[in-house]
């Protein structure tokens, strides 16, 4: 099972965007979800990280105040409102569930399912 983000871009610096994450098929409700990031060459990066019913949510220092995590059981969809962006922003943005119990919800190997991202391109 995959997940597709979309609503990546080319922007400026300090406009808005906003991520959306539909998986091909099953329900996610019960997973928590997360977001990272990754700027070739570097490694693929965590960006934050909802529980499965939305109250607790998780960002990474980076982007802590400017980006905002949601989701929407019904729709079984989950958001990434970013906000404020900088260029460091640039990266191909993926979204997952994560599968492994336990941990800080901020490793990558704890999460699967990964689908195709979206690119998000900020100027100055």
């Known amino acids: 099972v995959q997940l597709q983000a979309s609503g990546g871009g080319s922007v400026q610096v300090g406009d808005s965007l906003r991520l959306s994450c539909a998986p091909s098929s099953r329900n996610f409700i019960r997973n928590d979800m997360g977001w990272f990031r990754q700027a070739p060459p570097e490694e693929r990066k965590f960006v934050a990280r909802?529980?499965?019913?939305?109250?607790?949510?998780d960002y990474a220092d980076a982007v802590k105040g400017r980006f905002t995590i949601s989701r929407d059981n019904v729709k079984n969809m989950v958001y990434l409102q970013m906000n404020n962006l900088k260029p460091e922003d640039t990266a191909v943005y993926y979204c997952?569930?994560?599968?492994?119990?336990?941990?800080?919800?901020?490793?990558?190997?704890?999460?699967?399912?990964w689908g195709r991202g979206t690119q998000v391109t900020v100027s100055s």
């Open positions: 997952a569930p994560k599968v492994y119990p336990g941990g800080t919800g901020r490793d990558l190997f704890d999460y699967d399912g």
């Open positions: 909802i529980s499965s019913s939305g109250s607790i949510t």
